[in-house]
T-cell receptor
Framework: AQKITQTQPGMFVQEKEAVTLDCTYD???????LFWYKQPSSGEMIFLIY??????QNATEGRYSLNFQKARKSANLVISASQLGDSAMYFC????????????FGKGTLLTVNP | DADVTQTPRNRITKTGKRIMLECSQT?????MYWYRQDPGLGLRLIYY???????NKGEISDGYSVSRQAQAKFSLSLESAIPNQTALYFC?????????????FGEGSRLTVL
């Protein structure tokens, strides 16, 4: 079974609107971390946001927020006020306790922001 | 200069050739990783290392080998390249002192095997 599932291969959003990128995960570890990375067309991987399994509040970083629903095992990324520069591939990833700090990645969602 | 540097950035080679991708980092991190990215498959872990004496296989290590020459250097080798090893390869680092455990990536090495 996949540990990280991103069900949206591609998403479109109008500039200045908000968009939610879905991520569900599968783990039996009580301690884990969830990450989102952005990959623009230039190819580099950019760390966006982190959510720990014991964190009580949803993580936020500027226009990025993580909608963490632990019981549903979902960690959706919300981008507010989309900008043209947000057009990129977005990857959800998970680190499980005892995994030697390895990150397991989903297959990604390609976000296109339309002007 | 980038904190995590990969060389070469692009390489085209032929089937059966030996290829080495090099990675160096200036972040002082203990942990180093090699991932491979294929379209529609995300990033998959090839090998990882916690120090020069610690090398571990990832989920897709067949056909690859690595060398941790120093804390700052981690090389990936393809002993006899084949076309299905055509991919974008990423080196990443992480510090054991990081509470969140995020990884820092190099800019990627695009390898084409003809």
């Amino acid at each position: 079974a996949q540990k990280i599932t991103q069900t949206q291969p591609g998403m479109f959003v109008q500039e200045k609107e908000a968009v939610t990128l879905d991520c569900t995960y599968d783990t039996s570890d009580p301690s884990y971390g969830l990450f989102w990375y952005k990959q623009p067309s230039s190819g580099e991987m950019i760390f966006l946001i982190y959510q720990g399994s014991y964190d009580q509040q949803n993580a936020t970083e500027g226009r990025y927020s993580l909608n963490f629903q632990k019981a549903r095992k979902s960690a959706n990324l919300v981008i507010s006020a989309s900008q043209l520069g947000d057009s990129a591939m977005y990857f959800c990833a998970m680190r499980e306790e005892g995994s030697n700090y390895k990150l397991t990645f989903g297959k990604g969602t390609l976000l296109t922001v339309n002007p | 200069d980038a904190d995590v540097t990969q060389t070469p950035r692009n390489r085209i080679t032929k089937t059966g050739k030996r290829i080495m991708l090099e990675c160096s980092q200036t972040k002082g991190h203990d942990r180093m990783y090699w991932y491979r990215q294929d379209p529609g498959l995300g990033l998959r872990l090839i090998y990882y290392s916690f120090d020069v004496k610690d090398i571990n296989k990832g989920e897709i290590s067949d056909g690859y080998s690595v060398s941790r020459q120093a804390q700052a250097k981690f090389s990936l080798s393809l002993e006899s390249a084949i076309p299905n090893q055509t991919a974008l390869y990423f080196c990443a680092t992480g510090g054991t002192g990081l509470s969140t455990g995020e990884l820092f990536f190099g800019e990627g090495s695009r390898l084409t095997v003809l």
